[in-house]
């Protein structure tokens, strides 16, 4: 049979047989069958005959899904035409799609990702499964995988020298800093963790990665805000920005990372409580934020407008012919709350900003009122020095001999000497050898020894010196339960050991959430 309204013709084209078979019929019913689609046998004056369907016509055989039709030829048999319309039936495979190809019908598989099921995605092989091929993810610390097919691998927990998972992979703590509110990591790979005082005010006690911040290299955190050296040696803050501490001409917090204008071949960072500085390649040191006490080192320069929310050169320099510092001069500096101090090449450290009897360091020799500093000054007494830390009204030098001489505020014995009496000039930590490491905190000091060992000392209200105590010590004393330390960092009331194993203990205050809750002895810190 032929589909409606196909042509057909009684003769033959050239070269076939004749349309009359020649038996007698009264009706069609007598005639023999045709023998192709594209040809009638129908009885036409008493005598059978064969029509033939014109070229192109559309016989009723046809076989769906199978990506083409049937056509007649005109000369009564068929010929295949594609027909990319004749899609294969439905698989009911949310994952595949019925289509045409050149080798024939076929179910494709949708591309991976494509939604399925509840909450399934494709995998790219036509099935539906719970996660993307080669894609990781993180569950409690836990590192994952999704396989081929699309199936989630068990979890591994993050442990030993990559104790944290993050982007969906174990990795290591290259660094860690403390600040007043909160505190930060750095992973291997350049991701940061932060944990704490939030930019709007909110406690997070649980450490989260810090979005649309670039690979690092370096962390530096104030006592609200937080700044990241990046590779290619420019600076991205965020946080608090209430006295222009994130560099970026404003005063408006933010919290994400921005970009510190301007400020570029950074190879060193450091932040205070509201400002901060950058050590150049070139050696000169810039420095951003609240200048009340000097601590911007401007050597008392009128500021130009704006000057406390762009960097500005700080001219942090020579006692003797007040050059700026540059690379054969400085080697390193170190922020304290309002104060900051440069350590030269040749042992010695000069210090600006608050440098009064009530504010660190104290560097005369001698008492005398508060006032601000705002041109660096040589400590007196300083020779020899390899590392200076600062902490919230005390300053401490670290020797090449391996002890260490602090100065300031002494009211909780943060200066290790045995007395509870401020120095005006640096005194000798006692019974303390083989420091490798300082860092401070609002009134206690610790030291990390070349053994791996910590030793804390000062005010311990909050459990700041990890002895399971409230006791203050005058005199440096073994944190207990602390070995293979591979570096150490304070702030406030806090501390925190990053040790060679790759895992992290801390111990102290945290009301606001940075060390994960109140830890009197050292206590494990997953971030």
């Given at each position: 049979?032929?589909?409606a309204?196909?042509?057909?013709?009684?003769?033959?084209p050239?070269?076939?047989?004749?349309?009359a078979?020649?038996?007698?019929?009264?009706?069609?019913?007598?005639c023999?069958?045709?023998?192709?689609?594209?040809?009638?046998?129908?009885?036409?004056?008493?005598?059978?005959?064969?029509q033939v369907?014109?070229?192109?016509?559309?016989?009723?055989?046809?076989?769906a899904?199978?990506?083409?039709?049937?056509?007649?030829d005109?000369?009564?048999?068929?010929?295949p035409r594609?027909?990319?319309g004749d899609?294969?039936?439905?698989?009911a495979?949310?994952?595949?799609?019925?289509v045409?190809?050149?080798?024939?019908?076929?179910?494709?598989?949708?591309?991976?990702?494509?939604?399925?099921?509840?909450?399934?995605v494709?995998?790219?092989?036509?099935?539906?499964g719970?996660?993307?091929?080669?894609?990781?993810?993180?569950?409690?610390?836990?590192?994952q995988?999704?396989?081929?097919?699309?199936?989630?691998?068990?979890a591994?927990?993050?442990a030993?020298?990559?104790?944290?998972?993050?982007?969906g992979r174990?990795?290591?703590?290259?660094?860690l800093?403390?600040?007043?509110t909160?505190?930060?990591?750095?992973?291997?790979?350049?991701?940061?963790?932060?944990s704490?005082?939030?930019?709007?005010g909110?406690?997070s006690?649980?450490?989260s990665?810090?979005?649309?911040?670039p690979?690092a290299?370096?962390?530096a955190?104030?006592a609200h805000h937080?700044?990241?050296l990046?590779?290619d040696?420019?600076?991205?803050?965020?946080?608090?920005d209430?006295?222009?501490?994130?560099?970026?001409?404003?005063?408006?917090?933010?919290?994400?990372?921005?970009?510190?204008?301007?400020?570029e071949?950074?190879?060193?960072?450091?932040?205070g409580?509201?400002?901060?500085c950058?050590?150049?390649a070139?050696?000169?040191?810039?420095?951003?934020g609240?200048?009340?006490?000097?601590?911007?080192?401007?050597?008392?320069t009128?500021?130009?407008p704006?000057a406390?929310?762009?960097?500005?050169?700080?001219?942090?320099?020579?006692?003797?012919?007040?050059t700026?510092?540059?690379?054969?001069?400085?080697?390193s500096?170190?922020l304290g709350?309002?104060?900051?101090?440069?350590?030269?090449?040749?042992?010695?450290?000069d210090?600006?900003?608050?440098?009064?009897?009530d504010?660190?360091?104290?560097?005369?020799?001698?008492?005398?009122?508060?006032?601000?500093?705002?041109?660096p000054?040589?400590v007196?007494?300083l020779?020899g020095?390899?590392?200076?830390?600062?902490?919230?009204?005390?300053?401490?030098?670290?020797?090449?001999d391996?002890s260490?001489?602090?100065?300031?505020?002494?009211?909780?014995?943060?200066?290790?000497?045995g007395s509870p009496?401020?120095?005006?000039?640096?005194?000798?930590?006692?019974?303390?050898?083989?420091?490798?490491e300082?860092?401070?905190?609002?009134?206690?000091?610790?030291?990390?020894?070349?053994?791996?060992?910590?030793?804390?000392?000062?005010?311990?209200?909050?459990?700041?010196?990890?002895d399971?105590?409230?006791?203050d010590r005058?005199?440096?004393?073994?944190?207990?339960?602390i070995?293979?330390?591979?570096?150490i960092?304070?702030?406030?009331?806090?501390?925190?050991?990053?040790?060679?194993?790759?895992?992290?203990?801390?111990?102290?205050?945290?009301?606001?959430?940075?060390?994960?809750?109140?830890k009197?002895?050292?206590?494990?810190v997953?971030w």
């Open positions: 049979m032929l589909v309204g196909c042509g057909f013709r009684s003769a033959p050239p070269g076939t047989a004749p349309t078979t020649g038996t007698p019929c009264a009706v069609d019913a007598e023999p069958a045709a023998t192709s689609p594209c040809m009638v046998s129908t009885c036409a004056d008493g005598v059978c005959q064969m369907a014109t070229a192109g016509a559309l016989p009723r055989v046809q076989v899904g199978d990506c083409q039709e049937l056509i007649c005109g000369r009564g048999a068929t010929m594609e027909n990319l899609t294969p039936a439905d698989d495979n949310e994952c595949t799609d019925e045409c190809t050149p080798s024939g019908p076929a179910h494709a598989p949708l591309a991976a990702g494509a939604k399925c099921g509840e909450a399934g494709c995998n790219g092989k036509g099935r539906c719970a996660c993307l091929p080669d894609v990781a993810r993180c569950e409690k610390n836990a590192a995988t999704c396989s081929g097919e699309g199936d989630w691998s068990p591994v927990a993050c030993g020298a990559t104790p944290i998972c993050a982007v174990c990795a290591g703590i290259t660094s800093a403390l600040g007043a909160h505190g930060c990591v750095l992973l291997d790979g350049g991701t940061a963790r932060c704490g005082f939030a930019t709007a909110q406690i006690r649980s450490s990665r810090i979005v649309g911040l690979p290299s370096a962390l955190v104030g937080r700044c990241a990046l590779g040696g420019t600076v991205r803050c965020w946080g608090n209430a006295a222009g501490e994130l560099g970026d001409g404003s005063s408006e917090g933010h919290p994400t990372p921005i970009a510190a204008v301007g400020v071949g950074v190879t060193e960072l450091a932040a409580d509201g400002h901060t950058a050590r150049l070139k050696g000169t040191v810039i420095c951003w609240h200048d009340e006490k000097g601590q911007l080192g401007d050597a008392g009128p500021p130009p704006n406390t929310t762009h960097p500005t050169m700080a001219l942090m320099r020579k006692r003797q012919v007040e700026a510092f540059f690379a054969p001069e400085v080697a500096f170190a709350g309002e104060t900051t101090c440069g350590l030269r090449r040749d042992g010695k450290v210090c600006w900003g608050a440098l009064g009897i504010a660190a360091p104290l560097i005369s020799g001698k008492p005398r009122p508060p006032k601000p500093t705002p041109k000054k040589l007196a007494g020779k020095v390899t590392a200076v830390a600062l902490g919230g009204d005390h300053s401490c030098a670290l020797l090449q391996g260490a001489t602090c100065w300031g505020d002494n009211e909780k014995g943060q200066l290790g000497d009496a401020k120095k005006h000039a640096p005194a000798k930590v006692k019974g303390l050898v083989g420091v490798v300082l860092a401070l905190g609002h009134d206690h000091t610790c030291a990390r020894l070349g053994d791996g060992s910590v030793q804390c000392w000062g005010g311990n209200a909050a459990g700041q010196l990890g399971g105590t409230t006791t005058k005199i440096p004393a073994a944190v207990p339960g070995a293979g330390a591979a570096a960092v304070a702030a406030g009331d806090r501390t925190c050991a990053r040790l060679q194993s790759g895992s992290v203990l801390c111990w102290g205050d945290d009301a606001d959430g940075a060390i994960g809750g109140p009197p002895t050292p206590t494990a997953t």
